[in-house]
């Protein structure tokens, strides 16, 4: 049998740990507004950047490394070197 000041002990424990969640729960502060930019607005979002078309080599050394599976520094390094042996090829 427990005595009493062992049950106010175990209610008071188990009221802290019900309770504790319910108050760490907490907003996230607000953040400040970014400060004004001199620089012009953005474009619109319809309005994209002129991209360059793919040369034929460009999409070879592409195939290439797709059929050897490179990702990340491997596939960046491939496609240079790739590309610098293309651009020396005579025509």
Do not use: I, N, Y
């Amino acid at each position: 049998m427990l005595t009493f000041s062992s049950r106010a002990a175990a209610t008071a424990v188990a009221s802290l740990l019900l309770f504790s969640s319910a108050f760490a729960q907490t907003t996230t502060p607000a953040t400040p507004a970014p400060a004004a930019k001199t620089a012009p607005a953005p474009k619109a979002a319809t309005e994209k950047k002129a991209e360059k078309p793919r040369t034929a080599a460009s999409l070879q050394c592409s195939k290439d490394a797709d059929a050897k599976k490179l990702h990340g520094k491997e596939r960046k390094k491939f496609m240079s070197e790739c590309k610098k042996a293309a651009a020396d090829k005579p025509k």
